[in-house]
Nanobody, 123 residues
Framework: QVRLVESGGGLVPAGASLILSCTAF????????MGWFRQAPGKEREFVAT????????VYADAVKGRFTIDTDSTANTVYLRMNNLKVEDTAVYFC????????????????WGQGTQVTIVS
């Protein structure tokens, strides 16, 4: 059984930075990518970023390009989302995901979801 554990959320002012982390536990030999989604109050869940397990180029939603960076530490089964220049509209619950590949994650078809961590940006 796979379990994803997120941490790093919080409340910060606009313009600040936060780093989210997510560690995967269990066996996931057939899963080749990790990523992040988010869901703001009253809105649908949306894709944020994804990256292959072994590293490489990340794929980002247009809303976060240039501000967020996704990277992995495969030795620790951990993925990070480094968020800079945060905006009020970034406020959401952020979910870590594990998927068969970046294409599937980008398309909203990951295999596993974390429990979510709240990120709140205040003006």
């Amino acid at each position: 059984q796979v379990r994803l554990v997120e941490s790093g959320g919080g409340l910060v002012p606009a313009g600040a930075s936060l780093i989210l982390s997510c560690t995967a536990f269990g066996r996931f030999d057939n899963y080749a990518a990790m990523g992040w989604f988010r869901q703001a109050p009253g809105k649908e869940r949306e894709f944020v970023a994804t990256i292959p397990w072994g590293g490489g180029s990340g794929v980002y939603a247009d809303a976060v390009k240039g501000r967020f960076t996704i990277d992995t530490d495969s030795t620790a089964n951990t993925v990070y989302l480094r968020m800079n220049n945060l905006k009020v509209e970034d406020t959401a619950v952020y979910f870590c995901v594990l998927g068969p590949g970046t294409t599937a994650v980008t398309a909203g078809r990951p295999g596993y979801w974390g429990q979510g961590t709240q990120v709140t940006i205040v003006s």
